[in-house]
Each structure stands twice: as C-alpha cells, then as structure tokens.
C-alpha cells in the first residue's frame, strides 16, 4: 500500500462512485479502479462493492476509509510541520466564493494570504453554494463561503453575518421606490437562478408560508446575467446589495426593502466535517473571517 492508493480509495469512498472520483482526481477510471483493486488484494478483503447508484463500503470498508483519512491527515501535518520548521506554514488550500464575493473579498485575501503565508499556496473558485458544497465533499474546496446554507451532517457550518435582500427593480420602471411586502412578490415577474440556489429556495420557503408562489419570468444561474436582464426591464430580482453594488453600476437599479425577517442571506463558513482542519486551513479560515468583517461591513452602494 502507498499513499496515492490510500487518497485514491478515501475519494472513491467518499464520493461513492468511480467516475466522479477519477474525475476529481485527474485520472482515468480503469487506472483508478486498478488501484484500488491492488489494495483490496493486499488486504485479501473486499473494500468497496458495486450498486446500481455506485459504490458502498464494505465494514472493511468503513474501517479502511476511517483510519485512511487519519492517516492522509496526518501526512498533511508532517509537511505542515516540516515546513514550520523552516519557518513558514507550507500547503495547498482552497477557498470557495459565491458571484457577489468574488470580486469584494478575492483581491484582499490573496493579499493578505500571501504575505503571511509565504511558502503556502491558494486557490480561490468560484461557484453557486449548491455546487460548493458538493466540492466541499468531494475535496476540491477545503473552505467555502455558503449563503442560507442548510445544516448537513457532512458539513461544519459557523455562521458570519447577515444581508439584508432587496428587489432590484431597473431604473425608470415607473414604479414607486416603496418598501414591498413579501405577500407583494407574485406581483412581480421574477429572474432567478434555479433550484436549489439558496436565495431561490428561501423567496419559495418564504412565499409558500403565506401559500403563495413567486412569478417566475426567466431562470438564469449567474448573478451578472440576472442583473443584465434587469436593467433591459425583463423582470426584477431579489438580491443583496453587496451583490448589486460589487456587480454592476448601481446607477442602473434602484433597490426596495423587503418588509419582514423572513428574507435575509446567511453568510455562513463551511468545512467538510468529516476532515480534521490543519494548520494552514485553520490559517485561511481566521483570515477569511476577518476579511468578511473588514470589507462586508463596509461595502459601498
């Protein structure tokens, strides 16, 4: 057994299937499924049994996949600490951000990564949080920013803060820059990501409540895209002013409260549970905390 062999099984078994597994680690599936064959020979036990969905762990299984994560945890260590020993936490890390963050938050904390982590290095992805917390899962983000992040028994959730969200309606739509009941919302056709986007799920959840359902004009999964249909007066969007301010001229909207509590992005740090957090992540995560603080608390409209 080596260690590759070892990463390769805690993958497929994580991911419960072949394909996605080869797919996340860059390898094809015959080399993949012949790896983790050679640890079942060496074992002389069945590791891994095949189902029409995938793959499921056998006991042996499990017991292999608990004490691999172990031990691929703590090789990770070891650089970390052969590298502070040089005097400098070493590693590679990768952060998560939704559309609207991106552009606030990417530039400061590569800046601030680098010049305190000097011999580490980041990446920074952007993505939706339905699609960051399958990366969450699957080892491609090690930290993401989640927002109305549901509890997942696969995912530590620490809560930052809380936006309010707005209807973005286009300038000169002759309506009243009035605060907007939520009972009000079918009234307007709106442009929304799909399913299961955080923000679309909460406008339904909230509406439904009230057994009403949202005027749905198009759906679109990209917040710039969103915004573009908008000020062209195809709809209205309900987003929050980070979102707006950060994306496009807020010249070009004019933004409504929405009365209530019920409508509120969570902003929420996430991090795959079933992975003990090492120096260098636990380094991004402090960073990237107060780098929400610093720069969302302030954020111009």
């Not at 078994?13 to 080869?22: C, H, K, Q």
């Not at 809380?162 to 009243?176: C, R």
């Not at 496009?248 to 933004?255: E, F, H, K, N, P």
């Amino acid at each position: 057994m080596d260690l590759k062999q070892l990463e390769y099984f805690v993958r497929v078994a994580e991911l419960g299937s072949f394909t996605r597994a080869a797919s996340v680690l860059d390898i094809v599936q015959p080399a993949l499924s012949r790896q983790v064959r050679m640890l079942e020979l060496e074992f002389k036990q069945t590791l891994l049994v095949r189902n029409g969905r995938g793959v499921v762990t056998t006991d042996a299984g499990k017991l292999l996949l608990e004490y691999g994560r172990g031990i691929l945890y703590q090789v990770e260590r070891l650089r970390e600490e052969l590298g502070r020993a040089r005097g400098a936490l070493v590693g590679h890390v990768a952060l998560g951000l939704p559309p609207s963050l991106l552009k606030i938050l990417a530039v400061p904390i590569f800046r601030e990564f680098k010049e305190r982590f000097p011999a580490a290095t980041l990446a920074i992805r952007e993505g939706m949080s339905s699609g960051m917390h399958e990366s969450l899962l699957s080892g491609r983000l090690d930290v993401a920013l989640l927002y109305n992040a549901s509890p997942l028994p696969d995912v530590d959730l620490t809560p930052l803060l809380e936006e309010e969200l707005f209807l973005v309606a286009p300038q000169g739509d002759g309506v009243p820059a009035t605060p907007v009941a939520i009972g009000e919302l079918p009234d307007y056709p709106l442009i929304v990501p799909s399913r299961p986007n955080a923000i679309r799920m909460l406008i339904e959840g909230e509406l439904a409540n009230l057994g009403l359902r949202p005027t749905i004009a198009f759906e679109v999964d990209g917040v710039n895209a969103i915004l573009d249909l908008v000020a062209e007066g195809f709809g209205y969007a309900i987003l929050s002013q980070t979102a707006v301010a950060n994306l496009a001229s807020a010249r070009q909207y004019r933004l409504r409260s929405i009365l209530g509590d019920g409508l509120k992005a969570k902003l929420s740090l996430a991090v795959n549970s079933h992975r003990q957090v090492t120096a260098t992540q636990q380094g991004l995560i402090d960073l990237v905390r107060e780098m929400v603080a610093e720069h969302l608390d302030r954020a111009p409209l």
